[in-house]
């Protein structure tokens, strides 16, 4: 049973037209990460909730926001795709002091930037 | 930045234990060590963690060395489910912050 949830699989933007980007989990962990990955690339880190607390990496573009509006949610808003941005993005949960830590992942969101 | 290099690609015959090594010189007393693997076009799969002791589970075993700067990953009968990207990760427990490396591409030749 799929425990993070990304929809869609696959999202087709425009150039400059926003979209977001979703993430659900069943799993009521307190920290949940973003990350894009490129093709042929490790993902990387964007930006990531303890709870309602948020960290942004820093060379997150000022492009990427989040939301977290509860623990099973979070949303990635990208105000203004370009080309650049086509990426698979992986949401990712984990538990802080939970007994092992370890990252729970989604399928994954390909977005296509047209 | 990632705290571990890994070897970019790697080959295994089929049937075959497949070892994947890991430096993590500068690792603290603190962080564990983390495997994790992407199979194309999938999310990252938890695979095994420790801390000093070697560690199995019913998917691979990590062995770690006594100094903790380098580790291996042993896939012992390798299959071609297992080709993918195997990803070696340190961190402090508790530290949110998860910063994957380069990671090894793994190829298992039937």
């Known amino acids: 049973d799929a425990m993070v949830i990304q929809n869609p699989r696959y999202q087709v933007t425009q150039f400059g037209k926003p979209v977001t980007l979703s993430c659900s989990q069943t799993?009521?962990?307190?920290?949940m990460y973003w990350y894009q990955q490129k093709s042929s690339q490790a993902p990387k880190l964007l930006f990531h909730y303890y709870d309602k607390d948020f960290n942004n990496e820093a060379d997150t573009p000022d492009n990427f926001q989040s939301r977290r509006p509860n623990t099973s949610f979070c949303f990635l808003d990208i105000r203004s795709p370009g080309l650049g941005d086509a990426a698979m993005y992986l949401c990712?949960?984990?538990?802080?002091?939970?007994?092992?830590?370890?990252?729970?992942f989604g399928s994954g969101t390909q977005l296509s930037v047209l | 930045d990632a705290k571990t290099t890994q070897p970019t690609s790697m080959d295994c015959a089929e049937g075959r234990a497949a070892n994947l090594p890991c430096n993590h010189s500068t690792i603290s007393g603190n962080e564990y060590v983390y495997w994790y693997r992407q199979i194309h076009s999938q999310g990252p799969q938890y695979i095994i963690h420790?801390?000093?002791n070697n560690e199995t589970n019913e998917m691979a075993s990590l062995i770690i060395t006594e100094d903790r700067k380098s580790s291996t990953l042993i896939l012992p009968h390798a299959t071609l489910r297992d080709t993918a990207v195997y990803y070696c990760i340190v961190r402090v427990a508790q530290d949110d912050k998860i910063i994957f490396g380069k990671g090894t591409r793994l190829h298992i030749l039937p």
């Open positions: 420790g801390l000093k």
């Open positions: 990712a949960t984990t538990h802080r002091g939970g007994a092992d830590e370890k990252l729970f």
């Open positions: 799993l009521n962990h307190n920290v």
